[in-house]
């Protein structure tokens, strides 16, 4: 089974400083890769999501970028944080080609709250 | 993308069942039902998914109607661990889309 890591649990950064939130997955190889965003009391909102290394599909336009190093290492940057990016960033896997019969796993998230 | 309708919320007593509902009238041949749980301050976790047929594993059973427009998940004893929003998605595996969460049903359960 896949088991994701993503690091850190909690971050406090300020207006303006850069952000790097890294997401490496176990237990499969070539999954698909997503990075969801849930505002304080609301939904998950998709923000990018990966079919392969190097390869990256933006859902809205923003303030981030995502990048794809290595089959199971999934990156979500920004180089100047606005107060409106605070949120619980989720990280997320499906096994393969991303088929239907098979579910999410996600990760335990990182809570970032921008000052 | 199908859409699903879940009721914004549910209160249920411990140790009582749940039926948690979903609508999907829209709902293709080749979608799958697939149901997810978040709770507080976690990521969202697999619960349960089927096709046709009514599913069942330790965690809850899968209802699924016949004509495939609506569903039930069942938690047969409602603990207070179960106390989470429940997300009902649909995804078409013939597409390989994402899935995309709706707001779900806020499971409340009462000691």
């Known amino acids: 089974s896949q088991t994701i890591h993503q690091w850190p649990a909690t971050l406090v950064q300020p207006v303006g400083s850069p952000l790097s939130l890294e997401c490496t997955v176990e237990?499969?190889?070539?999954?698909?890769l997503y990075w969801y965003r849930q505002a304080a009391g609301r939904g998950l909102q998709l923000l990018f999501y990966?079919?392969?290394?190097?390869?990256i599909s933006s859902e809205v336009p923003q303030n981030l970028s995502a990048s794809r190093p290595q089959d199971r290492q999934f990156i979500l940057s920004s180089k100047k944080l606005l107060l409106s990016d605070s949120g619980f960033y989720l990280c997320?896997?499906?096994?393969?080609?991303?088929?239907?019969?098979?579910?999410?796993?996600f990760g335990s998230g990182t809570r970032l709250t921008v000052v | 993308d199908a859409k699903t309708t879940q009721p914004n919320s549910m209160e249920s007593n411990e140790e009582e069942p749940v039926h948690l509902p979903c609508n999907h009238s829209?709902?293709?041949?080749?979608?799958?039902i697939h149901w997810y749980r978040q709770l507080p301050s976690q990521g969202p976790e697999y619960v349960i998914h089927?096709?046709?047929s009514n599913v069942n594993n330790r965690m809850a059973s899968l209802a699924i109607a016949e004509d495939r427009k609506s569903s039930t998940l069942i938690l047969h004893r409602a603990t207070l661990r179960d106390a989470a929003v429940y997300y009902c998605?649909?995804?078409?595996?013939?597409?390989?889309?994402?899935?995309?969460f709706g707001p779900g049903t806020r499971l409340s359960v009462l000691p």
């Open positions: 998605i649909l995804r078409d595996d013939n597409y390989g889309q994402n899935f995309v």
């Open positions: 089927g096709l046709t």
């Open positions: 997320a896997s499906i096994p393969g080609q991303g088929l239907s019969n098979y579910g999410y796993t």
């Open positions: 237990g499969t190889s070539n999954p698909n």
């Open positions: 829209t709902i293709s041949g080749t979608d799958y």
């Open positions: 990966s079919v392969g290394i190097g390869q």
